[in-house]
């Protein structure tokens, strides 16, 4: 296992994805484990050029992904640290969305949910409305 570093990574689909990479072998093949691949694009504007970050994989929550090695064309380690730190800001508020997502989405438990009485209290309950419909 060697040792992790920041790439831009070209894949045979075309495209290109830039994460936190560290290469590995598992059986008797070489891998990269990637830490939150992502998209960088480079937009080129009058006032400049810009980098649009997006996620490589859109619906997964995991963050680790191994790829191997015959489905990339080229890599190259990147030491920019204005790269890199549009990353992490990036990876960041990922993480802050997905942590306020979930927090908006937790189920408050209520009494009008699941289970509120025990197996001999709603018997009770079902024999007398058994008996009942039965006297009518």
């Known amino acids: 296992m060697g040792d992790e570093f920041y ?26 484990i990637l830490q939150s691949p992502v998209i960088i694009k480079v937009i080129t504007t009058s006032h400049g050029s810009l980098l649009k970050v997006k996620p490589w994989m859109q619906l997964p929550n995991d963050d680790i992904f191994v790829l191997n090695m015959d489905k990339v064309v080229t890599m190259s380690e990147i030491t920019d640290e204005s790269v890199i730190q549009i990353y992490h800001n990036y990876i960041e508020e990922c993480e802050e969305e997905y942590q306020e997502k979930k927090d908006n989405y937790e189920t408050k438990i209520t009494d009008k949910m699941g289970y509120v009485s025990s197996v001999e209290e709603a018997r009770k309950k079902l024999e007398d409305l058994f008996k009942g ?4």
């Not at 994460?19 to 598992?26: G, K, R, T």
């Not at 419909?133 to 009518?136: C, I, L, T």
């Open 7 to 32: 790439s831009s990574i070209k894949l045979i689909t075309g495209e290109e994805i830039f994460a936190l990479v560290l290469p590995d072998m598992i059986e008797d093949r070489q891998v990269l």
């Open 133 to 136: 419909s039965k006297e009518s």
